[in-house]
């Protein structure tokens, strides 16, 4: 065995995981080289061990083929048994997309433990998106995330889901293994899926080859991505709504124009430097509440998809407004969690009741009833009359609110846990007004059922304030 060998305590055999960066020899890291040095046996696939050919000399080299993943992390706890030490080598970072999980995999199997006799130690390097970043501006200065279009293991259905979740949260995207010779579908349809929400002249960056010699760069738009050249070593990255491309550099901006007029001159009104956001997590809601203030004639849903939020938390916002604070004529107050049943008994003092449902394709119904028409079985709300049957999956209601407005809407909305509308009841104006009996059994419920908290008071309390 090889004497430099740091090997500590009593462990006889060592397992050192080597991500050796991009390809060339400047990009790998001082411990990945020193691992290399340091091991009787270099195992890899065969590609791999050519780029590190200069560090191999008097070393023990097992090549292994692309389809020969688990036979690597094998044969490297087999010679780690025999007391030596082995680097198991990959390209990037081993514990992105690397052998890094499959060995653990194969080690805690076979009963090792962290305190058994052969020590293993992860050397990272640098992953192919961040090497490929540095070659064509400054993608990934904000939140960004890597998806692997090789659905030789994940299903499908899954990789969609996330590109979807992705294209929909704005994330820069890296694909990984975007494309092979049997493979050649997955980057068409996922440049579909990010099309759903992403312009057509988004940035991206085909990078093949980062720092090994047949090293290529295609800076294109996404809707010309899938026709261009893209292989087995190609990542590619796709820019948010906000990146920008100039002077041939690829530059997803950090935020700062958010807080600044200019990158170097003073915060903007309302903003500090070194200070969360206006729009940040304790201030977003006042933004909110004063939105609606200059924009009355929005409605609810409108709100939330300015802000892309569920409406949830725009009735939230509005229940935490100050008792002196509009919200454009707006009021909630959210329902216990043990009178979120009650609520609809009391709903059948409201006579008439519009019940609003919207199906997850975009149909709305409005179905005009009375809470007598509610039925409860099991896990389903039934409403039923001559006209129409409709069943709503009550389990899926986590929270319910009243909203009501001075004028418009006198209303509860259940929620699903996302914070998603499971449906709404609004009582329906007579003659062009709430009938007073109706105002008062809708008051005495909010009183009764509404959660008790500081921000949002009373109404007896509200009405006897203004009086005052
Ligand atoms: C199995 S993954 C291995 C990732 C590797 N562990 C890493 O951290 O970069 C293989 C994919 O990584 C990407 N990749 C690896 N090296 C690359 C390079 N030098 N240039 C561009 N992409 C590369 C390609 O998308 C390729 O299909």
Same mark, same amino acid.
């Given at each position: 065995m090889n004497q430099t060998n740091t090997q500590s305590n009593n462990k006889t055999g060592k397992i050192f995981l080597v991500g050796f960066g991009p390809g060339n020899a400047e990009a790998m890291s001082y411990r990945a080289r020193e691992a290399i040095e340091l091991s009787d046996v270099v195992i890899g696939y065969s590609t791999y061990i050519k780029l590190v050919k200069d560090l191999l000399d008097g070393k023990e080299v097992v090549r292994k083929g692309m389809t020969e993943e688990i036979d690597r992390c094998i044969e490297a706890y087999d010679q780690a048994k025999l007391g030596k030490t082995v680097s198991l080598i990959s390209s990037g970072d081993i514990g992105v997309y690397g052998m890094a999980g499959p060995t653990y995999e194969v080690l805690l199997q076979s009963g090792w433990t962290p305190d058994s006799?052969?020590?293993?130690?992860?050397?990272?390097? !640098?992953?192919?998106?961040?090497?490929?970043?540095?070659?064509? %501006? !400054?993608?990934?200065?904000?939140? *960004?995330?890597?998806?692997?279009?090789?659905? #030789?293991?994940?299903?499908?259905?899954?990789?969609?889901?996330?590109?979807?979740?992705?294209?929909?949260?704005? *994330?820069?995207? !890296?694909?990984?293994?975007? +494309? =092979?010779?049997?493979?050649?579908?997955?980057?068409?349809?996922?440049?579909?899926? /990010? #099309?759903?929400?992403? +312009?057509?002249?988004?940035?991206? !960056?085909?990078?093949? =080859?980062?720092?090994?010699?047949?090293?290529?760069?295609? $800076?294109?738009? /996404?809707?010309? $991505?899938?026709?261009? +050249?893209?292989? $087995?070593?190609?990542?590619?990255?796709?820019?948010?709504?906000?990146? *920008?491309?100039?002077?041939?550099?690829?530059?997803?901006?950090?935020?700062?124009?958010?807080?600044?007029?200019?990158?170097?001159?003073?915060?903007?009104? %309302?903003?500090?430097a070194g200070r969360s956001l206006t729009m940040g997590l304790t201030g977003w809601k006042a933004v909110v509440r004063e939105y609606m203030n200059t924009e009355p004639h929005h409605s609810l849903r409108d709100i939330a998809r300015h802000f892309d939020a569920p409406m949830e938390q725009i009735i939230e916002a509005i229940s935490e407004a100050d008792n002196d604070e509009a919200t454009a004529g707006y009021k909630a107050i959210a329902i216990q969690q043990d009178n979120i049943q009650a609520v609809l008994e009391a709903s059948q003092q409201f006579g008439k009741l519009r019940a609003v449902i919207r199906a997850e394709g975009g149909a709305v119904s409005e179905l005009m009833i009375s809470s007598a028409d509610f039925e409860q079985r099991g896990d389903w709300l039934n409403i039923e009359n001559e006209h129409f049957h409709c069943h709503i999956n009550w389990s899926q209601v986590c929270s319910a609110w009243f909203v009501r407005h001075d004028t418009k809407l006198m209303g509860i909305q259940f929620f699903n846990q996302h914070g998603d509308t499971v449906f709404n009841l609004s009582v329906i104006k007579r003659d062009g007004s709430f009938p007073e009996e109706i105002i008062n059994a809708y008051d005495q419920a909010w009183n009764n059922l509404g959660q008790n908290n500081p921000g949002q008071n009373n109404l007896n309390q509200q009405a006897s304030a203004v009086n005052e």
């Open positions: 006799d052969i020590e293993v130690e992860i050397v990272p390097g !640098a992953t192919a998106l961040s090497a490929c970043a540095s070659l064509v %501006g !400054a993608p990934l200065t904000h939140d *960004f995330c890597s998806i692997s279009l090789s659905d #030789l293991l994940t299903p499908w259905p899954r990789i969609a889901n996330r590109i979807d979740a992705a294209g929909r949260s704005d *994330f820069v995207v !890296a694909l990984y293994n975007p +494309k =092979s010779g049997r493979r050649t579908q997955q980057i068409v349809e996922a440049q579909r899926i /990010l #099309l759903r929400y992403r +312009k057509p002249d988004t940035p991206v !960056a085909i990078v093949k =080859s980062a720092y090994r010699e047949a090293q290529n760069i295609q $800076m294109v738009r /996404l809707d010309e $991505m899938k026709d261009c +050249k893209i292989g $087995m070593l190609t990542t590619v990255l796709i820019g948010n709504s906000t990146t *920008f491309m100039r002077e041939g550099l690829m530059i997803t901006p950090r935020g700062y124009a958010n807080k600044y007029d200019n990158i170097t001159g003073e915060a903007k009104q %309302g903003e500090k």
